[in-house]
């Protein structure tokens, strides 16, 4: 009898211990109580003097897993290391950085930098970059406690690897930290929306929509939407909630939504952003930034061409005297085998191209995309300052012409390609997307990261310019916004 | 990228959809299509805001819109003010 009762009790109990973790839910986004245009985590609360503005310094880190994350790291360590005479002192270039728009695999460096600062050059490559971070994983998904939980429908792979990178990488820390620590850079970590593949930036501009407060979310789960790779992870789910009372649309939002046809660009950011703020509860669910931007520039972009963009206000106020975006690009050009062959590729196949062909498409596009905005503007500059040129001499007494501000916007793209001779560039592009990479990888990518910024030609043009030092001339190629 | 210039008797910092964009008199960059414009308290101009719409412009030629500055008198009193 007492047996029997004991075999009862270990039933009910063995049962319960698999049916409450099997109610296991992902980690809810809280609600916003009260609307604050200065609350939360957005740029213009991030304490700089005005002349911080002066040169102004943006960064994007790529998608590309650990290889990403090893490079930028070591472009990080580079800028470190360079100095600049700047406002009667020398400083470290990467301390006048404003911004770090990244992606996937770049948004562990990227946060990791914006939580603990300096200390990354000392932590970072331990507590991540020379993990095997798919093993741990794997043995996480083979725990028992865990199979109950991933047989709940609301906890996921993905809230697996959160966790993961939440005990062990960035040790819990939630965006109030990030508030805390009222410094630049701001960063911004971008995911993708599944439902329309728009971009999704975690910081408060973005979580307004959803009705939610940013702060006492986790950073490492923002981290892990920014990475998940399709098919291999699954969607980070967030609650979106009926917005607070008194909370109107931001204005540019309304206006934008006149028209389509005049700005394509504005019309689709607002409109999706809008669509949250019905009433009604939706739910978010993202994927891998790099489905809409693998390399983070667009968002850096949005910031130079919307009037609530970071970048464009500071531009006509005056207070950006010299924009610089660096484009830490990890972009790889593994060796292709699909066209050798006469079969049809398989499932697998076909699911890793479609996850991954658009990353590297939209990459190139985004870059001549920033170039042709730069190009553009710098036209437009010289021409209306020629136009009073010639005004001058032929009709001093006339009115002078409207002049567009003189904004220099030097654009820098570190990329695997530009890396000589043709073997040692070939090693590199052929580098896997993954989070287990060799030590003996890991120690390249930071050393070449270091490597290509040093030699970068429109890099050194900058630095010759910020130094005041004599440029090359016209004939070595320094004719561009660099110099 | 249209540019638009807002003319006003003196420096004056512009708000486009509600946000600081800017100063008076000087060339503003924005996005095509429909805008709110209006300038920074004190509120002694007129009209008190605009709707422009943004399209086919140029530095040099510029959408050009105005705000008049107000005589005394004829300054709306600020709101929980006896007027």
Redesign the interface.
């Given at each position: 009898m007492k047996t029997g009762r004991r075999a009862a009790a270990v039933f009910l109990l063995g049962t319960l211990g698999l049916l409450v973790p099997a109610c296991a839910h992902y980690p809810l986004n809280a609600r916003l109580t009260e609307y604050r245009a200065d609350g939360g985590y957005r740029f213009d609360p991030l304490l700089a003097d005005e002349k911080a503005d002066e040169l102004f310094v943006c960064l994007s880190f790529s998608g590309g897993g650990t290889r990403a994350a090893a490079f930028a790291y070591g472009v990080m360590k580079s800028l470190r290391e360079t100095t600049i005479p700047l406002r009667g002192t020398t400083v470290s270039f990467l301390s006048e950085v404003d911004c770090i728009s990244s992606v996937s695999g770049g948004s562990f460096t990227a946060a990791y930098y914006g939580l603990f600062g300096d200390r990354i050059f000392t932590e970072f490559e331990d507590r991540f970059l020379r993990r095997d971070i798919e093993s741990e994983l794997f043995w996480r998904v083979l725990s028992p406690i865990n199979w109950a939980r991933l047989a709940s429908p609301y906890w996921s792979r993905i809230d697996l690897a959160a966790e993961l990178y939440d005990e062990t990488v960035f040790k819990e820390r939630t965006f109030v930290e990030l508030i805390a620590s009222p410094r630049r850079p701001f960063i911004i970590m971008n995911a993708t929306r599944l439902a329309n593949g728009s971009r999704f930036q975690f910081t408060q501009e973005e979580f307004d929509f959803l009705g939610s407060d940013l702060s006492e979310y986790k950073v490492a789960r923002a981290v892990a939407a920014s990475s998940a790779f399709p098919v291999l992870l699954s969607p980070l789910s967030l609650w979106s909630y009926p917005p607070p009372a008194g909370s109107s649309p931001p204005e540019d939002y309304v206006q934008a939504l006149k028209s389509a046809a005049a700005d394509q660009g504005r019309y689709y950011r607002a409109l999706h952003r809008m669509e949250l703020m019905t009433g009604d509860r939706k739910y978010i669910h993202l994927m891998d930034g790099g489905l809409a931007d693998n390399i983070g520039l667009r968002t850096i972009m949005a910031g130079w061409e919307s009037t609530d963009g970071f970048i464009l206000r500071r531009m006509n106020d005056g207070g950006i005297k010299r924009l610089v975006v660096i484009a830490v690009n990890a972009r790889t050009d593994p060796p292709e085998y699909l066209s050798s062959s006469e079969r049809p590729p398989g499932l697998g196949s076909v699911a890793y191209k479609v996850a991954t062909v658009s990353m590297e498409n939209y990459s190139f596009d985004t870059v001549d995309l920033m170039r042709r905005l730069e190009q553009g503007r710098d036209q437009l500059q010289r021409t209306t300052a020629d136009c009073q040129r010639h005004l001058d001499r032929s009709c001093p007494s006339a009115p002078p012409v409207d002049q567009l501000r003189r904004v220099p916007a030097c654009i820098v793209e570190v990329s695997f390609e530009a890396i000589q001779p043709e073997g040692r560039r070939g090693e590199f592009l052929g580098l896997p997307t993954s989070f287990a990479l060799s030590g003996r990888q890991v120690d390249a990518l930071i050393q070449i990261g270091g490597e290509l910024l040093a030699q970068n030609r429109d890099f050194q043009k900058l630095l010759r310019a910020l130094r005041g030092e004599p440029s090359l001339g016209a004939g070595a190629g320094e004719k561009g916004n660099c110099s | 990228?249209e540019?638009l210039?807002v003319e006003f008797e003196e420096r004056r910092r512009v708000m486009?959809?509600?946000?600081?964009?800017?100063?008076t008199n000087?060339?503003?960059?924005?996005?095509?299509?429909?805008?709110?414009v209006t300038l920074a308290p004190p509120v002694d101009f007129s009209p008190t805001s605009q709707e422009v719409?943004?399209?086919n412009t140029?530095?040099?030629d510029?959408c050009r819109i105005s705000f008049h500055k107000l005589p005394p008198a004829a300054i709306p009193p600020a709101p929980g003010r006896p007027s």
């Open positions: - | 990228m540019y210039k486009v959809n509600n946000v600081p964009n800017g100063f000087s060339v503003i960059e924005a996005p095509g299509g429909a805008h709110t719409w943004l399209e140029a530095p040099m510029a």
